[in-house]
């Protein structure tokens, strides 16, 4: 499996933005899917974003469309999730994780290894 660290939450205002930033340890970041999920309080995990091995294929979930990017660096075992246009009600835990599949899969159980979460809370 892959250790993966989550980075860059916080508190911003309702319309500002944020990167998240994932590294990954290991040299075998390239050979997996990886993906942004979230959890609010009291709520069930629900997906983000999705990039497949070489971003060739890329999900986003309708309210993430428009307003985040996905995006990998390989060479810098890093993954990426810019978000603009923040809402409160993109407030929550943010994971990243991988899975061992080509396509940019949207389910929670398709994906192996998940980092520990990083908090974004957007203020109205």
């Known amino acids: 499996q892959v250790q993966l660290v989550e980075s860059g939450g916080g508190l911003v205002q309702a319309g500002g933005s944020l990167r998240l930033s994932c590294a990954a340890s290991g040299r075998t970041f390239g050979s997996y899917t990886m993906g942004w999920f979230r959890q609010a309080p009291g709520k069930e995990r629900e997906f983000v974003a999705a990039i497949s091995r070489i971003g060739s294929s890329i999900n986003y979930s309708d309210s993430a469309k428009g307003r985040f990017t996905i995006s990998r660096d390989n060479a810098k075992s890093t993954l990426y999730l810019q978000m603009n246009v923040l809402k409160p009600k993109d407030t929550a835990v943010y994971y990243c994780?991988?899975?061992?599949?080509?396509?940019?899969?949207?389910?929670?159980?398709?994906?192996?290894?998940w980092g520990q979460g990083t908090q974004v809370t957007v203020s109205s």
């Open positions: 994780a991988a899975a061992r599949t080509m396509m940019a899969v949207t389910t929670t159980g398709s994906y192996d290894s």
